[in-house]
């Protein structure tokens, strides 16, 4: 599959908007949900990896240069989101920018799961894609029913639903991962 990507982001950097459209639809969603988690506002998120992509397309031809193009994608959203908390004085951003080699492996790794754990939530029905994606987020199971005028029960279920089918899905790696990390019951 890298091999494949490899050739797409070559295509991408001659200009072909077809690779351009693949990029995109594979990674976006991921990117957003890695970018709320330094913003927690998900329409900034989304502001932010929308100019990544339009940035990406306008800089094209220096993508033959690039070995590691996944890397380049998530650092490059991370530096946009600490500059849009920098600008906004949300945050001190001392001694943040600076991260470990070691540390930004780890980050990718977890970035790769996040990528199969988008589009597996994908395929899930409307109801329970919505309410996966604002946990996500990191929203509440109470603030969830609140947004969406259902009960915390309703939430709950649809979340335990949803783990099912995704566990069928995902592998079980990914499926251990996906329970311990994202989706505690409150």
């Not at 530096?79 to 980050?107: A, M, P, T, W």
């Not at 988008?118 to 919505?130: G, M, N, Q, S, W």
Request: glycine share 4%; with cysteine.
């Amino acid at each position: 599959m890298e091999n494949t990507w490899e050739t797409t982001i070559q295509l991408l950097a001659k200009g072909d908007k077809r690779a351009y459209a693949a990029v995109f639809r594979e990674f976006y969603g991921s990117l957003v949900l890695y970018a709320c988690r330094f913003i927690e506002d998900r329409d900034a998120a989304e502001d932010i990896v929308q100019g990544f992509f339009c940035r990406l397309w306008e800089g094209r031809r220096h993508l033959a240069d690039i070995k590691f193009f996944k890397s380049y994608f998530y650092s490059s959203v991370r530096h946009s989101c600490l500059n849009y908390l920098r600008d906004r004085h949300v945050v001190s951003l001392d001694g943040l920018e600076i991260q470990k080699e070691e540390d930004f492996r780890v980050e990718m790794m977890e970035e790769e799961i996040y990528r199969e754990l988008h589009a597996a939530i994908k395929t899930l029905p409307e109801k329970c894609r919505k309410i996966f994606l604002m946990k996500l987020e990191g929203k509440k199971n109470l603030e969830i029913a609140g947004m969406l005028d259902i009960t915390e029960e309703t939430v709950r279920s649809q979340l335990r639903r949803g783990r099912e089918l995704l566990q069928k899905k995902l592998s079980p790696l990914w499926s251990l991962t996906l329970l311990v990390r994202f989706f505690s019951m409150e």
